[in-house]
């Protein structure tokens, strides 16, 4: 079961990715990890520059797909960001966007939600 959640994860990373540069954004990098945690995608758009947490479920057995971004995950998630930032020397306004995608029949269902607090 893990192998399957593994590339269901990676696939929905591939799909959301996709639909970010549909919508105007330049992908910078993807899976930048460091000991503390990862960042899945990571994109710059209008002089921001977008840390995205993908969530990818094909059912909502396990509750909502946001609900699972806990108060810790947002701690690593901010911690990652501001080694990302620094090491970088990144002077872009950091954003944090959730986007969910949603596998149910044939066609993707993508759900975006943009500068989320850390």
Not at 84 to 109: A, N, S, T
Request: net charge negative.
């Amino acid at each position: 079961m893990r192998g399957y959640n593994k590339k269901l994860g990676e696939w929905g990373e591939e799909l959301a990715s996709r639909f970010l540069i549909e919508k105007g954004f330049d992908k910078i990098d993807s899976n930048w990890h460091k000991q503390v945690g990862e960042i899945d995608l990571i994109f710059e758009k209008d002089e921001e520059i977008i840390f995205v947490e993908v969530k990818t479920r094909t059912n909502c057995n396990f509750g909502f797909p946001e609900e699972s971004i806990t108060v810790s995950k947002r701690q690593k998630i901010r911690k990652v960001i501001e080694l990302y930032m620094m090491e970088g020397d990144i002077e872009l306004i950091p954003r944090f966007d959730v986007v969910v995608v949603e596998l149910k029949g044939l066609q993707p269902h993508f759900t975006h939600y943009e500068s989320l607090e850390l």
